[in-house]
């Protein structure tokens, strides 16, 4: 089960990282169509990352023949770190959806902003606490791979919208 709940918040955090790099600099804009655009490009980026670990997942449990006890075990320890900082996060996105937008904006900055900034550390922190205490080599690169997925995302969407952005601002040839 912890294995499947650490999926889901790489999933919702991927959607998230593609909701950040399509809002641009400016919340005042709307920007729906392009924020749910930006969300499922997220999700979907972070599954073609992420199947690297899954691979390697795969063929560490049909190597070994063992179950996925130390898999699930490192995940529960990685969801310790990782659970009461989404939730925070959770909490705050849920404030920011019903409070007027004064408010929003004060949560943006007060609690999201620094999330943002600590999220590398925290998930760099977990994955290095979870894989010292398996102490195995397939579930280390699996974690190794699983964290570059997810923190590469964002990085990966913010250039592809540069290269749109200089792409669309390039003068018409003549």
């Not at 989404?86 to 004060?106: H, K, M, P």
């Not at 964290?147 to 200089?166: N, T």
């Amino acid at each position: 089960m912890s294995l499947v709940i650490l999926v889901l918040l790489g999933l919702l955090d991927a959607a998230f990282s593609g909701f950040r790099s399509a809002q641009g600099r400016s919340g005042l804009v709307d920007h729906s169509v392009e924020d749910r655009d930006g969300m499922l490009r997220g999700a979907v980026v972070f599954v073609l990352l992420a199947f690297p670990a899954l691979v390697v997942l795969g063929l560490d449990l049909r190597i070994r023949g063992q179950g996925v006890d130390g898999y699930a075990a490192a995940a529960g320890v990685f969801l310790l770190f990782i659970a009461p900082f989404a939730a925070v996060v959770l909490l705050t996105l849920a404030a920011y959806g019903i409070l007027r937008w004064e408010l929003r904006y004060l949560a943006s900055a007060m609690i999201l902003g620094p999330c943002t900034f600590l999220r590398p550390y925290v998930v760099a922190a977990a994955a290095v606490v979870a894989v010292a205490q398996a102490g195995e080599a397939g579930l280390t690169i699996a974690a190794v791979l699983a964290v570059a997925a997810v923190l590469a995302v964002e990085p990966i969407l913010d250039v592809r919208s540069r290269i749109r952005g200089e792409l669309h601002e390039r003068p018409a040839a003549r």
